[in-house]
């Protein structure tokens, strides 16, 4: 009897076990964004004379790269997208991108545009696309996928010349990124495809807002609204640039960026992959700009290893392009999950592109 008793107590005291901790995760779940705000706010406190230098140097380069080479061509995308291009593009690339991306041909505007302005503009366009009818809820999130990508002057003229200090080298990792953006666009059609709900949609575009073109008497009108809206994301982009730049010091002064590459090493050494790029390779996972330039400040011999590293790295973007993309299309109601996988792919084809590039073309292999 009393060993019955003490199996129905221990019966029962497991579920009380297993009750108390799904409350426990629960609660984590519920609170950890206030957990995180917390947190930050103590390493702003805590390291404020090294993230001061942080959010100087983001300001910095926020007025002095971000601003040159992103505003004119916000404005100029916000110009076009008033004018008879992009149903022209969607009249007569439909027959291309529908068959290999399953979108309608506009979307090789935001694709051309995103490949030639770099992050965020690719977003930007989608998002407008999406607000005026132009493509499907479905469609606007697997565009994101591959239509937001890094411009040609960063990854030719900052990592290849400034950081790799050879052109060609930048112009391989441009053309490994084109190949990737295409390769994703291609995967997640071949995979996550409706052509009923496509065809459904398509019936049931507003052609009102299509029709819509700039005129000499209305240029005024477009171009101060279009001057208007740059001036916004272009700000939006510089809080995002001046925050991860704090973030990554605050990481950086608490040692959690250490901690966590330490812990990431085995994964890394069965990859082939240095120990010393480790560290560079979180920091770019986190913010782009500073990563792919810890990641050519690396003394390696085998300077390709480097190059595919910063090849993946372009490829994905960090997590300050996803949430800057994020609050693009947040307010329209589209979904950040998609965008996410689309970007790890990229990042991965991008560095196989890169890796086989090498194989192939030995003389492209500047080790020391």
Not at 74 to 87: D, G, H, K, Q, R
Not at 287 to 300: H, I, Q, R, Y
């Amino acid at each position: 009897m009393i060993k019955d008793t003490l199996e129905t107590g221990n019966h029962f005291s497991i579920p009380k076990r297993k009750g108390h901790f799904m409350v426990l995760i629960c609660s984590l779940k519920k609170n950890i964004l206030t957990l995180l705000f917390c947190l930050l706010c103590a390493g702003l406190i805590l390291f404020s004379n090294a993230n001061f230098r942080a959010a100087e140097n983001g300001l910095y380069l926020w007025a002095t790269s971000v601003i040159p080479a992103l505003f004119p061509f916000f404005v100029a995308t916000e110009l076009l997208s008033n004018t008879c291009i992009i149903p022209f593009l969607g009249k007569y690339l439909s027959p291309i991108m529908r068959p290999l991306f399953g979108v309608p041909g506009e979307a090789a505007f935001a694709f051309l545009m995103g490949l030639i302005s770099g992050y965020p503009v690719g977003a930007k366009i989608v998002s407008n696309f999406y607000e005026n009818g132009i493509c499907s809820k479905e469609e606007a999130e697997r565009m994101l996928s591959f239509t937001n990508n890094s411009g040609p002057l960063f990854i030719i003229g900052t990592v290849g010349v400034s950081l790799f200090g050879n052109s060609t080298l930048g112009i391989l990792l441009f053309i490994t990124h084109i190949l990737a953006c295409i390769s994703v666009g291609i995967t997640l059609n071949l995979f996550g495809f409706s052509k009923h709900s496509a065809s459904h949609f398509k019936s049931n575009i507003p052609t009102t807002k299509q029709e819509q073109t700039v005129t000499f008497s209305s240029l005024g009108e477009v171009l101060g609204k279009s001057i208007t809206n740059s001036i916004s994301t272009i700000l939006l982009i510089g809080g995002f640039v001046v925050m991860f730049s704090v973030i990554i010091s605050i990481l950086t002064q608490s040692h959690l960026l250490e901690i966590a590459s330490s812990s990431l090493e085995p994964i890394f050494s069965a990859l082939h992959i240095p120990i010393s790029l480790t560290q560079p390779i979180l920091c770019g996972m986190v913010e782009l700009t500073n990563g792919v330039n810890a990641v050519a400040n690396v003394s390696l011999k085998e300077i390709s290893v480097s190059v595919t590293v910063c090849a993946f790295l372009l490829g994905f973007g960090g997590f300050s392009v996803l949430l800057q993309v994020f609050s693009i299309i947040s307010k329209h109601g589209l979904s950040i999950k998609k965008y996410f996988i689309g970007k790890l792919l990229q990042g991965t084809y991008a560095a196989l592109y890169t890796f086989i590039a090498f194989c192939i073309f030995p003389m492209l292999q500047f080790n020391l």
